[in-house]
């Protein structure tokens, strides 16, 4: 069932104790879903294949995706300050 954020806020009692999946729309366009955990059970969800699957997926983006010092390089950044904000960067 598609249902707008306010009425979702409004019918929140009588959604939650119900058993259909609500996707939550904000004018029109799709922004979540309720799933009622009664749906949802433990024996539904494989955590071993999503971690596989989220391994993957992030394998396939760093594959397509240039690190952040080679798009500095293509940038022209010389290659000594590019090692300066990689020592001011303690982040990465």
């Given at each position: 069932?598609?249902?707008?954020?306010?009425?979702?806020?409004?019918?929140l009692?009588?959604?939650?104790?119900?058993?259909?999946?609500?996707?939550?729309?904000?004018?029109?366009?799709?922004?979540?879903?309720?799933?009622?955990?009664?749906?949802?059970?433990?024996?539904?969800?494989?955590?071993?294949?999503?971690?596989?699957?989220?391994?993957?997926?992030?394998?396939?983006?760093?594959?397509?995706?240039?690190?952040?010092?080679?798009?500095?390089?293509?940038?022209?950044?010389?290659?000594?300050?590019?090692?300066?904000?990689?020592?001011d960067?303690?982040?990465?």
């Open positions: 069932m598609k249902m707008g954020i306010k009425e979702f806020r409004e019918r009692g009588e959604v939650a104790l119900g058993d259909e999946v609500i996707v939550l729309t904000h004018h029109g366009k799709r922004v979540g879903r309720y799933l009622p955990e009664r749906l949802r059970e433990p024996r539904d969800i494989d955590l071993d294949a999503w971690v596989r699957e989220r391994e993957e997926s992030a394998r396939r983006w760093r594959a397509v995706t240039p690190s952040w010092r080679e798009r500095l390089a293509a940038f022209g950044i010389p290659e000594d300050e590019i090692a300066q904000l990689e020592a960067d303690r982040c990465s």
